[in-house]
């Protein structure tokens, strides 16, 4: 499922298209229709059956993190026992030399490095494409645009095969390079870009002198804030969420994102090959790694979608 | 391929007459060929470049005695007649058969239903809904491996306590199931702000009107809200395609837990990865992955060719 990511940004596009109508579309939250009527108790409920099926795998989660090994097979499962949290916690950071700790870090430092390369390569070239008049600029359009269908996981081998031929592999320069190719990203960012930037303020600022250059950094990359926090974003949690690659890439478990990393836990633990601990440490190491995406993800939300918002009203 | 997209979203900078000496229109070549550069460097290197090493890779062979030869199409109609490649493809056609209908049905109803404004915590459910997409498939693929488990898993230990047999969650009749519902489980919420979003841009004027007019919810959301987010359904649809065919991280986790169920060549992509990384034929993977990269073309254009017909019809 590599692609998923990237798929969130038509939020760009469908707030971009209907322009016409942004303003009103600025809603506190969920009350945008005065005369919509009354609300349902039995839609409610019924969509709050729906959500127990979304969160009791996390919950679940929450609870088997707090039990040990033992517990995990002697008592059920949606139901505390002992607490021994703290224990696990202390398994998970300790085991092999605290090489999660290492794991956490290479995940954030891959994601980061990753959706800021992206996003601003993205940037450049949206903003190229949307504003910017040059020859040949539609028909390199249409080759990024038929690029966004190529399955990533087609070019993961071959892509293997040449970094192993320049010494890349085992590094990591073999996870952040491929992932800073987003074609969607330079497809958000040219529609974002053009909407978000209105023509006569690039006339005005030509008419008054302004190199192109200068205009792109002092004008354009302003008003296209948002649009580069969105696609950061997505390629931040693409990085984030990537297997398969690092899969490939990577041998040294010093470089292993968390990814790779509590997979090959999982397989140890699964083998049975005597260190017990290891179910328990799967599940809390799998707990403590999505925490801080959760989170990201709660409080970015309402960062990127009134980002979009406003970006939206502008022309 | 996509020329819905192209259609819809030419620049706007065309509609801009070159009215000025050449001298402007030069000054925004050279920035704009300097401002894409970086991309395109990436671009070729990154994507363009492998994808055609695999192509040149998938024409040759690997001689037992050593060496490569030219086999020119040889690896791909062996692939052709290879029943491991055959049925992972056939697989996947019936995930996407069964499992892309529902997450995206599901995520829709989600969608118009939040988008009705009748829901109570509102917010909530939402957020709710979401969250699952915020577990990288790899955590999703382990909890949900518990979950189903024998030992452990909440579900045989329910049935065990009623005395009921444990269900075969990840034995060969179920497997699949299995998978389709840790995928759906991921991407509705992730679907359905896609599906929300667009929902969100149609004017309210236009069924403010239907409303008047004595149209209920039912009737808005089918005859107006459907229609008008149908741009977004498409490109969920196609992402869902894109996504299926190159399922890989489920399968592949799965596979500690029941390695008899889930074979080398359950999916394709997993069977590219195990022919390249276990079997080291390269080149034979490398046609495989050609293959595959050619099929979710051909499925993701015959989407947007059938929606675009739909589109026509009156």
């Known amino acids: ?315 | 391929m996509s020329e819905i997209a192209v259609a819809r979203y030419r620049p706007r900078a065309v509609e801009m007459p070159t009215r000025k000496g050449g001298g402007l229109k030069r000054r925004q070549a050279i920035a704009s060929y300097i401002l894409v550069a970086p991309f395109f460097l990436v671009f070729l290197t990154m994507l363009v470049l492998p994808l055609f090493y695999s192509g040149y890779l998938s024409l040759f062979r690997e001689q037992l005695a050593g060496g490569t030869i030219f086999t020119g199409i040889g690896n791909y109609v062996r692939a052709l007649h290879d029943q491991v490649f055959l049925s992972g493809v056939l697989r996947m056609a019936q995930f996407l058969v069964i499992q892309v209908p529902i997450m995206l049905g599901l995520a829709l109803v989600f969608a118009l239903a939040i988008d009705s404004g009748r829901l109570r915590m509102q917010r909530i459910i939402r957020l709710s809904i979401f969250v699952p997409y915020a577990v990288p498939g790899v955590i999703a693929a382990l909890m949900w491996g518990y979950l189903y488990g024998r030992d452990f898993g909440p579900f045989a230990q329910g049935a065990r306590a009623i005395g009921l047999p444990t269900p075969p969650f990840l034995g060969n009749e179920w497997m699949l199931g299995s998978i389709m519902n840790i995928v759906t489980w991921s991407f509705v919420g992730y679907n359905m702000i896609i599906l929300y979003s667009a929902l969100r841009s149609i004017p309210t004027e236009l069924y403010e009107a239907a409303r008047v007019d004595g149209a209920g919810e039912f009737r808005v959301a089918w005859s107006i809200k459907i229609p008008a987010i149908r741009p977004a359904l498409l490109l969920t649809a196609i992402f869902s395609v894109i996504g299926t065919f190159q399922l890989f991280n489920e399968p592949n986790l799965l596979r500690i837990l029941a390695p008899n169920v889930i074979g080398v060549g359950y999916t394709p992509n997993l069977y590219a990865y195990n022919l390249a990384f276990i079997n080291q034929d390269i080149n034979y993977a490398a046609a495989i992955a050609f293959l595959l990269g050619f099929v979710i073309m051909i499925v993701s254009y015959v989407v947007q060719l059938g929606a675009l017909r739909r589109e026509r019809r009156p």
């Open chain 1, 1 to 315: 499922m590599t692609s998923q990511p990237i798929a969130g940004q038509p939020r760009a596009g469908t707030v971009r298209g209907s322009s016409g109508d942004a303003d009103d579309r600025q809603p506190q939250k969920g009350r945008r229709r005065p005369l919509g009527g009354q609300r349902s108790n039995v839609l409610t409920i019924a969509l709050l059956a729906c959500v127990a099926y979304f969160l009791l795998p996390l919950v679940w989660l929450v609870i088997a993190s707090t039990k040990s090994n033992a517990e995990l097979f002697s008592t059920f499962g949606l139901w505390f026992a002992h607490f021994n949290l703290v224990g696990n916690l202390r398994d998970v950071f300790t085991f092999q030399g605290g090489i999660y700790i290492s794991w956490m870090r290479n995940t954030i430092f891959y994601a980061v490095a990753s959706g800021v390369g992206a996003a601003a390569l993205a940037t450049a070239a949206g903003y190229a494409f949307a504003k910017l008049h040059f020859p040949g600029g539609n028909a390199l359009f249409a080759i990024v645009l038929g690029a966004i269908m190529v399955p990533l996981t087609a070019l993961a081998i071959p892509t293997y095969l040449l970094f192993s031929k320049v010494g890349l592999t085992d590094t990591p320069w073999a996870i952040i390079l491929p992932s800073l190719v987003s074609p969607f990203g330079v497809y958000l960012m040219r529609v974002y870009a053009a909407g978000a930037i209105p023509d006569s303020l690039l006339e005005a600022a030509r008419v008054d002198g302004a190199s192109e250059g200068r205009i792109f950094f002092s004008i354009a990359l302003r008003l296209l804030a948002p649009g580069f926090v969105t696609v950061l974003l997505f390629a931040l949690v693409a990085t984030w969420n990537n297997y398969f690659l690092p899969l490939i890439m990577l041998n040294s478990p010093g470089y292993f994102p968390l990814t790779v990393g509590l997979a090959q836990w999982q397989s140890t633990s699964q083998a049975g090959s005597g260190s017990q601990a290891l179910f328990s440490m799967v599940i809390t190491g799998s707990l403590v790694s999505i925490i801080p995406l959760v989170v990201a993800f709660l409080f970015l939300q309402r960062y990127w979608q009134s980002g979009l918002a406003s970006g939206g009203v502008k022309q």
